[in-house]
């Protein structure tokens, strides 16, 4: 009797197998199947074990495109979560405002971002852009396409305008989450604005601040659309992100095999700084330290 | 000191929050502030505080009006129903914090924190963080931020309705004593009239915004002068009869009739409502001037080693309180006995004419 009813939970489990297959292990297996083999045609395969890994590990353009990302992702997530907390901390917390405050925020989200892209273009092109010609005639001389340093600055600007909104909206849930009698009891004690924002607020957002750093570190990590439209990876290769560079190698040199092991690596890298960031988060503040 | 509030009205959108409150706390004393939800207890305690104002009316400590004065500049404590400690905080950090920020040197604040956390048990804990205890635990960590404070103003808005039962009879308690030991006005808000009893000091009546009655919290509970407060004041709410006295006779609905007895004889003839606790009412015979009232039972719950029996006297919905577990079928007619000198009269207008002589070694539930 006990077997049988081993056997029907594995059945009742059957769909969820069914899904996860179709939806990671499957795509995912094709992928290591072409990162394992030199692959010309239906019937003309090699096996080649791990020479695309190995190329791909030495390839210097991926070595540079792999510091720009992170160095655009520490940023992303430097700039973004503190102004982020900071517009939830400024925003009403009752009227009309919130409604008004919401939807201004929810706008650049609800945008598809390759619009995010050519938006930006318009907006920043030197000789009819709105802030390209603005900046232009105060006399400083700005060109996203031209100079590494101005579609670096074009590039994170376009990224905050976008996606700030979302730690925003995370930041404002968790402090209208914090029930009034905390304020009521700071303010008893006498306690500053400061202190009641590092040791109420701070470690009550802990739990969405870890979610939208997450976010934003995954999100910034696989960047694609945004830039490539924006600059397309130049000027020469210095926003050329991963993603970027991947497409470049899976599609422009129709190189499969090296884009399939580099995927592989992209997504294993991905994979390691979320669960590094998430250990992190989770044990500040809970007293392990002390 | 001495906390006066002098006609304050609190209108909040439209809305009457609180009404024409006046009320006097002198210096040292317990007061327990009575009232159902939305009755304006957390109000009353926030103006007290200093956290709100009043729309009209003012608050005078030691005569002085203090209603605009910030409630960082007052010397209050308050506790909360939710558990409130800062949750990066250690145990030791929370308690110390108020006397952090009020300046009192190092040595001064490990003295007072120990002591405080002594007095509520909360020495092993002191490293611990407030995720790290037990709703019971972090409700003491916050009560020893209050108390150890020294406030001249010690406010805490129903700070047991959060835990358990056993927990909260244990913490009532502790409390007791600490408040007796204390030298600040304590002010504690809570809906049980069990919890009034057993906390003693001074109670205040509130309904609806409006204070309905004060006085010691036994002679309160003992001379309830209206109906209102007769409810607010009893738990289960006090059940009512309609009662027809026509000249030496009272009589219950159509059948039930009884001479009228003790603190009753004087009631001019009328119809009058009878108010009875449910604790009042008996299964069995116990005097020969008990009347019998035929009843339908309704539901009958069991509440810990107590059997709370609703029945059906024509019409009239009454609950009767028996103690250890009994049950009982749904629709079965049982007879609910009740002596007449312990009813309650209230006239038509609902105003108290005539109480029970109080039996000085059966007073309710104290300790």
Redesign the interface.
Known sequence: MEKWENNRAWFLILPVFVIVAFSAIIPLMTVVNYSVQDIFGPGQRFFVGMEWFREVIHDERLHSALLRQLAFSCMVLLIEIPLGVLIALAMPKKGWGVSACLVLLALPLLIPWNVIGTIWIIFTRPDIGLLGKTVNDLGIAFDHTARPLDAWITVMAMEVWHWTPLVALLAYAGLRAI?E??Y??A?????SSW?VFR??Q???MRGVLTIAVLLRFMDSFLIYAEPFVLTGGGPGDTTTFLSIYLVKIAVGQFDLGPAAAFSLIYFLIVLLFCFVFYQALQNV???ES? | MGLTLEHVDRIVDGETHLCDVTLEFPSGSRNILLGRTLAGKTTLLRIMAGLDRPTRGRVLVDGKDVTGVSVRKRNVAMVYQQFINYPSFTVYDNIASPLRLQGVPREEIDRRVREVAEMLRLTPLLDRLPAQLSGGQQQRTAIARALVKDADLLLLDEPLVNLDYKLREELREELTAIFERGRSIVVYTTTEPTEALMLGGNVVILDEGRVLQTGPTDQVYHRPTTMRAAEVYSDPPINYLDLVVEGSQARIGEQVTFALCAHLEGLAPGRYHAGLRANRFFLKRRTDRDVALESQVELSEINGSETFIHVNHQGFPLVVHETGIRTYKMGSTVTVHADPAQFFVFNQEGSLVAAPEVDPGRTPARR
């Not at chain 1, 303010?187 to 306690?191: C, L, S, V, W």
Request: hydrophobic share 35%.
């Open positions: 029930p009698a905390y009521q009891a303010k008893i004690d006498g306690a202190a040791h109420i701070l470690p009550k503040g809970t007293g002390r």
